[in-house]
């Protein structure tokens, strides 16, 4: 019955090549954990930053879980998007990283990469967009067979995260 | 420094005893011996810590001087406990130590004058320690003393020493003061010291030397202390000491010698005296085990040892070498004699991942995919679902062919031939499995075995071990050769009806002259050697006998010993029974028979002894079984050979029945239709059935599913001729495996039967019918049609060979998440499972190792099963462990009242929608919570007729909820979609015109008698709480209140309705000026007032008088939304009513007695509802404010009133006012402050509407907005199922209904009056406040009659197609009205005359009519285009409605985008249906029984009364009112009333209502205050009058009434 309640938001994403970024993110948790409120996935909007390399989003996270065990502590699975000159939305980088276990506010650094593809592709990328994506995002974020597929690093996404652990202790969980 | 510390002891020693001459040499000692200390106190500078010591006294101290060296305030020494071994020492002894220690000091004493490094520190360490030790000192003086007593030896040597030192230091550390320093050492040092020694002696002399331990301890102590000092120094002074040594004569301390070398022989000579090096020979075995054992080898045992890691053999027996030296060693050695070792835990296949490479295929959900840059649609795409679109799921249905085991065609040679075919085919089937010889070959094996271990032969296998084999083995003949008996004799029957078949067949065809089969059986001969056969015949049978005699001896023998120990008991008992007869004999003679005879019934009968079988019996019985069984020795073996190869007739051979039913099989074909999910996809082509009953299909088909299939299915057709098709069969087919892919797939055929009954004329033998083979019709037989279908069902592969399967969990996806948590056996099944019980036996019979690790996975599981009650999991669980390290329970989780509130407000169901504060604790949440919503869920369903009174209602009600929340569920997810402006706000920077502009304003000439208008500023919603928001009513003043009259028998001549003509024509009434003479003189006051309710809180105007009263008072409410939600949404959805009430004040004298009356004045206060107006609140919201002037809803009838024509003081204003019948009130409503409403969802709607089209309307609307922007343009609308429709597909003429027509056949007026108050009577229903946030939903007709609720847009609709199916000219009129804000209203074209109708009362209104509550008009709608209002005005009163002039209006269809025809969302006709008359009855009776029993309640503490007699009349005078509509007939009734109630002062009125709930007419009952009434001998009539339309719709009249008895 220990709740975990993670406000925060999306800070930002800075180092990638590419300007004018958007994020999609999404929160999965195990099946032990119940959404009591706050949405867990969405979009921000796309921050063409002029000044310097850092795309500001400042995109809210609220989430409110139950849980009746400490299996799949949720996890924020990112994806950074470019949108090009035509208007064009293509990959930048996936990220995922966990929600911090411990009570309290956090700032978290979540570098992203993207899958590199094959000569070809990365002239393609280069020159007319778009680029290889993975084609199940969801499930191969968890893959252990991970390490098979040939990424570039991206950027980073900054988030801050508070993080309200509630009756964890009564469980013998110390937060 | 120990050693140092000893030597020097040594060193004092000698000089004790020796003479003085030798101080020489002692300095140089001495000097050696500090050489020798200088590398410790070396080590003491680096590490400030100096090297602990133990054992000398001195050294215990030697932990304080660092301490004190570490902190150079110094503490002083703590004075270390007692020490008895101090005990032992001689006087001697401890004066050496006394002097020992002198010197020391004296030394140090000569230090601390040294300019060492940090002199000031030395010394007031020093003084420190003076100060502090004081009894110390007067030891060191008293000791001193002895010292100058005893000898000076030490003085001298003192002196010696400090006079050398200076010396020293100025040969190397040049240019030093150390005259200076020798002068302060003379004298001012000693000095002081030499004082202080007298001070102490003066003290010492009365302490003295009797204390001996005490001194000891002061000795030591202050011995420490010099240590201490002498350390502390030291270490400050190494570089001098080195100085000092250097500086020394070298041969003084040199001794030179030649370099060590020690030889490499030597050394290891050296080595091996204390190193051991194992040799490498490798250890007999003998050594190695313990005693004289031989050494084991369990593997030769066949126990599993597994494999050693490997090691070198030369390490190996080095480390046994080695180990059998050590004690024990021989522990680490096995049975076998080897080291113990675990096996090689190295895995034989790489747990490392092998190296990237690009060929190798990637994991499926890693690969990626080259996704070219894509604009990305409107349509917001989050990472919710799957990933991406899953593709298309293919599913592969192959269907090959089908095959009539039976069809009604057969002829008997084909049933026969079919029957051959199955046996055969059986045949061949066992052949193949060939189990005879299997059995055959495993009993000589057996038997082999068996003869094996009794010969015994065998020295491998213990005896007791084969001995033990032998029965099992004979058990397992027996069964052998009972199964192979059985199969031989199926065999053997098989053949035999093969044979059997045949020779019918070819007796039916010789019977019949012709053959109609191809069929033919061979059967073959292989002949066998006779004598070898023989041979193998006997010995089989001798085997047999020997066995069964050898089975019926063991039989005998265990029969044997069950008889004999039954005959054990049977003699026992008989021997008791003897002796208790011969008692009984003995007593009673006479009882004899009757105790024989219950003795007689126990008595067990006496066992027979088994029989020996005889052998002879048991060969003739084997012999007899073998005879039917087996081939008889050298019989050839028959192989049957089932051939197609012959010849059928020929038709033209054939007699004529044949010929018939060929031709009939010709005729027939058949084809296969394929069901997914019980609808068809697909079907065969049509293919006739061939002569042999086959028909072949081959045809694949490639089924593109989305989801998991729920069923496949076949249905096989038959069609003879052209015409009638029949369904033979339906056949389901299993749904593949995931594992099952095409190509991989074998034919599978499926059989199918059939019931149907089919009776044919000719040869064939028909189906489901009876018919036999013989002659006589004897041995009847039944066939049914039947068949065999080859299919293979397979999912297809795509590119790239993944299976195109769609995920098995996909069939949950629309519960999934709700699933997700319940067991994972609900979503995989129990079909994977294994039958472990079978498995352990095979396990235990197989004699599996069970320590072989291979196998340590199946016998953890068979251990798991076959462990009594640890069941296996039958279920798969994904998350394993999840359940153990649970907290809680699903159940307490899901019981958790907090979560559920968090929950529900969340997901925003309606009751939590706008629940603030969720308690933190549980208990603070109380049950009473869910009670409502618990509730709404359980009687979603069901539908309570109480509230309703009608059924038919209540599930309209019911169904407009479930509508309304599907629809509100919708919407809630649109509300979530934000736009940019929703979240960032900008404002605007002011540019320098502005600036300029407002720097004008400032220089303008102030004018305070001009009052601009200033812009309220608005607030917005979530900053707001209770009390923030007031409603403003300004009740400015009313026209033409009905006024009262005194009881007059002056008979106003009734009034008819007028023609259309006469109100367009804006012509004074045709009423007599003269007859109104009267009235002018004879007026009755009325006093009206304005009350005006609002959420329970009312508030009054003052009392004004007249009939045209001016209040012009602003009235205040306060504001609360419902849970103190002010979010728009929120506010949208408030149904709170304003409530205008308009009544008049009567004052009565109620004076009891003339003599009262003279004094003082009694009245009483009586108020009379007058009228009302009802504004709601969600208007005032949307339209920020209400100005104008509203018709007051005015009974048709108010008893004690009436309706004042002004027309004595006739002025131009009245006379335009006066048009209109009834009361109007000019009202001014706002809220303060002003609430910015919420704006409608910004959503786009699925849409079936043509693209092209949409953009037109599109383009259409944008320019139409551009030109008037407060104009609203409607081109599409939403219908109930949430699509866009073009709004022109509404209109479309429809019938009324026909009894509304036939009222009045000759007045097309009031025909169409009669229709728009049908319309208006269905009841309204405001969709916003239903559809709280949302833009109007727009029902067709046929669903707002079925609903019979709607807002303006459905009411208008209507009735604008009633008109249109009258044949008048109408049209749909989007516009602004108030008070109802943005509505619809119909206009129609009336003689010239354009007329406006307000749907939803029913009225209508000239173009020309002031009091028209549409104020703008914004477009027509007609049922093929759209006009835009493009004129300058928009008010009624001012525009012109010809619509043929596009200067004025814009039309949508023009010539360049001309009407494409559309067809109509609405029904063809609308069918009404007849209300139920009886229903009516009842529910006309049962709301006046609410109403009476509301109205007693509302009266707690007064008698209600009713008056029947007044009552009656009243419920006879209803009708009349429906009737009439509620015109014209006040006066009659008035008067008629007058006459039959005498004496009664009567005030009422009837209140007509359309009928949806019973509440609202429980309020507006409530609403006119009839109740409020408090004369104590008041009486009430109230009667109602349900009248009913065509498709239920009800007008309900209710008629109220006080009555009080004149005086």
Redesign the interface.
């Known amino acids: 019955m220990a709740e975990l309640h993670v406000i925060g938001q999306i800070v930002g994403a800075s180092g990638f090549d590419e300007s004018s970024l958007f994020c999609k993110w999404d929160i999965h948790a195990g099946s032990a954990w119940k959404l009591l409120a706050g949405r867990r996935e969405g979009q921000t909007q796309v921050d063409d930053p002029q000044a310097d390399d850092v795309a500001y989003w400042c995109h809210p996270i609220d989430v409110h879980f139950a849980t009746k065990g400490l299996q799949g502590w949720p996890r924020l699975h990112l994806q950074v998007w470019h949108r090009d000159a035509f208007g064009r939305s293509a990959l930048a980088g996936y990220g995922f990283c966990a929600v911090p276990a411990r009570a309290g506010w956090h700032g978290v650094a979540c570098g992203t990469w993207r899958p590199r593809g094959g000569p070809r592709q990365r002239l393609a990328r280069r020159l007319l967009g778009g680029g290889p994506q993975l084609r199940r995002p969801g499930p191969a974020l968890g893959a252990a067979e991970r390490f098979r597929l040939r990424t570039e690093a991206a950027g980073t996404v900054h988030l801050q995260l508070a993080v309200l652990p509630r009756h964890f202790a009564r469980y013998g969980v110390q937060s | 420094m120990d050693c140092s510390e000893e030597s020097r002891m040594i060193i004092m020693e000698d000089s004790l005893d020796e003479d003085p001459a030798q101080a020489e040499k002692l300095k140089r000692t001495l000097t050696a011996h500090r050489h020798r200390r200088k590398k410790p106190l070396r080590e003491a500078a680096g590490a400030p810590e100096p090297p602990p010591e133990e054992g000398s006294p001195a050294s215990m101290a030697a932990a304080p001087p660092g301490a004190a060296h570490q902190a150079p305030r110094g503490l002083p020494p703590v004075p270390s406990a007692s020490r008895t071994g101090f005990a032992e020492f001689s006087v001697r002894e401890r004066m050496r130590e006394k002097l020992k220690a002198a010197r020391s000091k004296a030394e140090s004493t000569l230090l601390q004058e040294d300019p060492s490094p940090r002199p000031r520190r030395l010394k007031s360490i020093r003084e420190k320690k003076t100060e502090v030790r004081l009894d110390k000192e007067s030891d060191k003086d008293e000791f001193r003393e002895m010292q100058e007593d005893e000898s000076h030896i030490s003085s001298k040597v003192k002196f010696h020493d400090s006079a050398k030192k200076p010396k020293q230091k100025t040969s190397v550390q040049n240019d030093f003061p150390s005259a200076e320093e020798t002068y302060k050492f003379f004298t001012f040092d000693f000095d002081s010291e030499a004082e202080r020694v007298k001070a102490g002696i003066r003290k010492k002399n009365e302490l003295n030397h009797e204390e001996e331990a005490e001194e000891e301890e002061d000795v030591e102590t202050h011995e420490e202390g010099q240590e201490e000092d002498e350390t502390d120094e030291d270490a400050h002074l190494v570089k001098d000491d080195d100085l000092f040594d250097l500086g020394q004569t070298a041969q003084d301390f040199l001794v030179v010698k030649p370099a060590e070398c020690e030889s490499y022989s030597e050394q290891l000579q050296r080595e091996k005296e204390f190193l051991f090096i194992p040799s490498m020979q490798a250890v007999p075995a003998s050594q190695k085990m313990p005693g004289n054992m031989q050494p084991r080898f369990l593997e030769d045992e066949g126990l599993y040892t597994g494999e050693r890691p490997f090691v070198p053999p030369s390490n190996l027996n080095i480390l046994e070498n080695r180990i059998l030296r050590q004690e024990q060693g021989k522990e680490w050695f096995g049975d076998d004699g080897k080291i113990l070792a675990l096996p090689n835990p190295i895995k034989q296949s790489l747990t490392r991942?092998p190296i990237?490479s690009?060929e190798?295929g990637?994991?499926?959900?890693?690969?990626?995919?080259?996704?070219?840059?894509?604009?990305?649609t409107a349509a917001?795409q989050?990472?919710?679902g799957?990933?991406?679109f899953q593709g298309p799921f293919q599913l592969d249905i192959d269907i090959s062919g089908l095959i009539f085991t039976h069809h009604p065609c057969f002829s008997r040679e084909h049933v026969l031939a079919a029957k051959l075919a199955q046996l055969y085919d059986q045949y061949l089937a066992r052949k193949q499995k060939n189990l005879t010889t299997l059995l055959t070959d495993k009993l000589h094996a057996l038997r082999n075995a068996v003869q094996c271990s009794i010969d015994g032969g065998d020295a491998a296998v213990p005896k007791p071990v084969a001995q033990q084999s032998i029965p099992e083995y004979k058990i397992e003949i027996r069964q052998t050769r009972r199964l192979r008996d059985a199969e031989q004799e199926k065999d053997r029957t098989l053949l035999k009806t093969i044979i059997k078949v045949w020779k019918e067949m070819k007796s039916l065809r010789d019977f019949q002259k012709f053959t109609n089969t191809p069929m033919k059986l061979y059967l073959r001969k292989e002949e066998v050697d006779q004598r070898l056969d023989e041979k193998a015949y006997e010995a089989e049978i001798q085997d047999e006998i020997n066995e069964l005699l050898e089975e019926c001896r063991e039989e005998y023998e265990k029969k044997m010993e069950e008889y004999e120990t039954e005959l054990q008991e049977w003699k026992s008992w008989k021997k008791a029974q003897k002796s208790k007869k011969k008692k009984k004999k003995k007593d009673l003679r006479e009882e004899e028979e009757s105790v024989d005879d219950c003795d007689f019934g126990e008595e067990p009968v006496k066992p027979i002894p088994p029989k020996m079988v005889n052998s002879l019996e048991i060969e003739q019985q084997a012999r007899e079984k073998a005879d039917n069984l087996r081939r008889k020795p050298g019989e050839p073996v028959l192989i049957p050979e089932l051939v197609l190869s012959g010849s059928i007739t020929p038709s033209e051979l054939c007699p004529r029945a044949e010929v018939l039913r060929r031709e009939d099989v010709k005729k027939r074909s058949s084809f296969i239709k394929v069901l997914f999910n019980s609808k068809e996809v697909s079907r065969t082509v049509t293919r006739p059935i061939s002569s042999d009953f086959r028909v072949h299909f081959g045809q694949i088909f490639n089924l593109q599913i989305f989801n998991w299939p729920e069923s496949v299915k076949l249905q096989i057709y038959e069609t003879v001729g052209i015409s009638s098709t029949t369904l033979l069969a339906e056949v389901f087919i299993p749904i593949p495996e995931t594992t099952v892919l095409t190509g991989s797939t074998p034919i599978e055929e499926i059989e199918f039967s059939s019931n149907q009954r089919v009776m044919l004329d000719h040869e064939g033998v028909g189906s489901g019918v009876s018919f036999s083979f013989e002659a006589d019709g004897s041995n009847k037989m039944t066939l049914m049609t039947s068949g065999k279908v080859s299919n293979s069902v397979s999912w297809a592969v795509g590119e790239k060979g993944v299976p195109l399967i769609p995920p098995v969990s996909q069939q949950n996806t629309g519960i999934a998440s709700a699933l997700?948590?319940i067991d994972a056996i609900a979503s995989i099944g129990t079909s994977g499972l294994t039958d472990m019980k079978k498995l352990a036996k095979w396990a235990a019979e197989a004699k599996l190792d069970p320590n072989d690790p291979n196998n340590a996975a199946l016998m953890q599981l068979i251990t798991v099963a076959t462990s009594g009650e640890a069941r296996v999991p039958d279920f798969f669980r994904?998350?394993q462990?999840?359940q153990e390290?649970?907290?809680?329970?699903?159940e307490?989780?899901n019981r958790?009242k907090r979560?559920r509130l968090?929950?529900l407000?969340?997901a925003e169901v309606a009751e939590f929608r706008n629940y603030k504060p969720v308690p933190l604790h549980e208990r603070e949440i109380s049950e009473k919570l869910f009670q409502d919503y618990e509730k709404r869920l359980r009687e979603r369903d069901v539908t309570d007729s109480k509230h309703y009174l009608d059924a038919h209602r209540a599930i309209v009600a019911n169904y407009l909820q479930k509508v309304q929340e599907s629809v509100i569920n919708r919407f809630l997810v649109a509300k979530?979609h934000f736009l940019?402006s929703d979240?960032v706000n900008e404002e605007e920077i002011p540019s320098l015109g502005i600036l300029g502009l407002s720097i004008f304003k400032l220089a303008e000439p102030k004018r305070p008698l001009k009052p601009r208008r200033k812009e309220r500023k608005k607030v917005t919603a979530q900053n707001l709480s209770d009390g923030d928001i007031k409603l403003l009513v300004n009740i400015i003043r009313a026209y033409d209140i009905p006024v009262r009259k005194t009881v007059s028998k002056l008979q106003q001549p009734s009034r008819h309705s007028r023609p259309f003509n006469e109100m367009f024509a804006a012509s004074p009434s045709a009423q007599s000026p003269g007859e109104n003479i009267d009235w002018v003189f004879n007026q009755v006051l009325v006093r009206p007032f304005v009350e005006v309710s609002f959420q329970r809180t009312v508030c009054r105007t003052t009392t004004a008088e007249g009939p045209n009263p001016n209040w012009n008072e602003e009235l205040e409410l306060p504001f609360r939304a419902p849970n103190g939600d002010y979010s728009s949404h929120s506010l949208q959805s408030v149904k709170d009513e304003v409530f205008i009430n308009l009544f008049d004040e009567v004052l009565y004298d109620i004076g009891e007695d003339d003599h009262e009356r003279g004094s003082g004045i009694h009245t009483r206060v009586e108020r009379h509802w007058l009228g009302c107006v009802k504004i709601p609140f969600t208007t005032i919201y949307f339209q920020a404010r209400i100005d104008g002037t509203f018709k007051v809803d005015i009974p048709p009838v108010l008893l004690g009133y009436s309706k004042e024509k002004n027309l004595g003081n006739d002025r131009g204003y009245d006379s335009v006012r006066n048009l209109s019948e009834g009361s109007y009130i000019t009202l001014f409503i706002t809220i303060e402050p002003q609430l910015i409403p919420g704006e409608s969802v910004r959503e786009k709607f699925d849409t079936q509407e043509d693209e092209k089209l949409l953009q037109a309307a599109a383009k259409y609307e944008a320019e139409c907005t551009s030109k008037f922007p407060s104009r609203q343009c409607l081109t599409t609308v939403v219908d109930l199922s949430g699509k866009s429709v073009f709004i022109t597909r509404y209109i479309k003429p429809l019938n009324p209904p026909q009894e509304l027509l036939d009222a009045h056949p000759n007045s097309s007026q009031t025909t169409a009056e009669l229709v728009a108050r049908y319309v208006a009577l269905i009841p309204f229903l405001p969709d916003s406040v239903s559809f709280a946030g949302i833009c109007d939903l727009w029902s067709t007709s046929d669903q707002f009659l079925d609903l019979l609720a709607g807002d303006e847009e459905e009411h208008a609709v209507l009735l604008c197609n009633y008109f249109l199916g009258m044949g008048k000219k109408a049209w749909l009129i989007i516009g602004n009205a108030i008070p109802e804000g943005a509505t619809a209203y119909v206009l129609t074209l009336e003689q010239n005359q354009y007329a406006i109708w307000n749907p939803s009362t029913g009225c209508f209104y000239g173009q020309f009519d002031t009091f028209c509550p549409l104020q703008n008009v914004y477009c027509l709608i007609s049922c093929d285009n759209i006009w835009f209002n493009i004129q300058e005005y928009d008010s009624p009163v001012r525009i012109n409605f010809d619509i043929s002039k596009p200067k004025l209006w814009k039309s949508f269809f023009s010539r360049s985008l001309p009407y494409p025809g559309f067809c109509s969302v609405q029904p063809e006709e609308l069918i009404y249906q007849d209300s139920d008359k009886a229903a009516v009855a009842e529910l006309q009776g049962r709301i006046e029984k609410i109403l009476k029993e509301k109205i007693m309640d509302w009266r707690p503490r007064h008698l209600t009364r009713w008056n029947r007699y007044c009552t009656s009349t009243l419920r006879h005078f209803l009708p009349l009112l429906e009737q009439n509509q509620g015109k014209d007939v006040e006066d009659d009734h008035q008067a008629e009333l007058q006459k039959q109630l005498g004496d009664y002062r009567v005030s009422g009125f009837p209140i007509h209502m359309p009928f949806s709930e019973v509440g609202p007419l429980v309020e507006a009952v409530r609403s006119t205050g009839v109740h409020t009434i408090d004369v104590s001998n008041v009486e009430f009539a109230l009667a109602v009058y349900v009248h009913a339309y065509p498709q239920n719709v009800l007008s309900v009249w209710i008629y109220v009434a006080s009555l009080v008895r004149n005086q």
């Not at chain 2, 390290?885 to 699903?890: K, P």
């Open positions: 991942p990237f690009l190798e990637i994991e499926p959900e890693l690969e990626t995919l080259y996704r070219k840059a894509i604009k990305v917001s989050y990472l919710v799957p990933g991406d997700k948590n994904l998350e462990l999840q390290f649970n907290f809680v329970s699903d307490e989780l958790s979560f968090l929950q407000r969340n979530h940019l979240l």
